[in-house]
């Protein structure tokens, strides 16, 4: 069964920019998909779709057993927990030291006056702890976010997914911003993260190279369409 299947989804923003024309796909437990597509080609509206933080104008999104293009409110805070996401930007909070920003993934199921006070439970705190190890950070766990390098701040970023403790991995370009050693520790880590925990990940890339080095599938989107589905192996010029 497919832990996840789309069902002709369609974004239109404003009145006639149409990023997604009926995008249909299943995805399976385990995969390691790279989503590639030139700049504008819907990669991001794709990914953003799928937790609702963009609203699709038409299709299904049936995650998990849900169909989250239902859901609202509490609901689909519940599944959205679920759906663990990495941004291009990282979207750490920079004052604020490693640990803490590791931890921040879990604030949805840590009591609000808990996790103002710091006081997270002792298992997350371990967790991230180990987490922080595996991608080679356990001497910046109590730096600031902002005194790290971009590739350090990505595995944080990493890390704070994966406490969440998701089914799903969405990263949405996670190597855009990084030189190329940095982007390789980064896709190599999340990769070997994803299948030791047989996450379901679903990566934007705009460089094919990456995409053929990680990928159990690329799916190619041109102009809000799939024009490729397969194996790396497959994949040819067309893209
Ligand atoms: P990609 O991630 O492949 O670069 P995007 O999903 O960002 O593609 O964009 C697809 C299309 O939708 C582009 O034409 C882009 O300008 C447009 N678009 C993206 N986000 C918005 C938005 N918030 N409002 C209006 N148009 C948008
Ligand atoms: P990227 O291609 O890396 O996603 P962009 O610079 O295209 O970055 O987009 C940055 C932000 O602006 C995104 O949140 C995107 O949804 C939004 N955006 C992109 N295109 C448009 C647009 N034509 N109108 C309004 N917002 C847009």
Redesign the pocket.
């Known amino acids: 069964n497919p832990l996840l299947s789309i069902k002709n989804l369609v974004k239109v923003?404003?009145k006639d920019?149409r990023?997604l024309n009926g995008i249909t796909l299943d995805f399976y437990p385990g995969e390691f998909i790279v989503v590639i597509?030139?700049?504008?080609?819907?990669?991001?509206?794709?990914i953003r779709c799928i937790n609702r933080l963009?609203n699709p104008s038409e299709g299904k999104i049936i995650f998990d057993g849900q169909h989250l293009e239902k859901l609202s409110g509490r609901k689909l805070r519940k599944e959205r927990s679920k759906i663990g996401m990495i941004f291009q930007h990282y979207n750490l909070v920079g004052r604020t030291n490693v640990i803490k920003n590791v931890l921040h993934g879990q604030l949805s199921s840590t009591p609000l006056y808990k996790s103002l006070l710091g006081l997270y439970r002792h298992e997350d705190k371990q967790e991230a702890v180990e987490l922080l190890k595996k991608v080679g950070l356990q001497d910046q766990i109590y730096k600031r976010a902002d005194e790290l390098s971009g590739g350090q701040m990505q595995r944080v970023g990493i890390c704070r997914a994966i406490l969440q403790r998701p089914k799903l991995l969405l990263a949405d370009?996670p190597i855009a911003s990084l030189d190329p050693l940095s982007a390789n520790i980064v896709m190599q880590q999340l990769h070997t993260i994803s299948l030791e925990k047989k996450l379901t990940c679903i990566v934007?890339l705009h460089q094919v190279d990456y995409a053929k080095k990680y990928a159990t599938r690329i799916i190619g989107?041109k102009k809000?369409a799939v024009v490729f589905d397969g194996a790396p192996s497959r994949l040819t010029d067309a893209m």
């Not at 597509?37 to 794709?46: E, H, I, R, V």
């Open positions: 923003y404003g920019t990023a597509g030139p700049s504008g080609a819907g990669k991001s509206t794709f963009v370009e934007n989107i809000g």
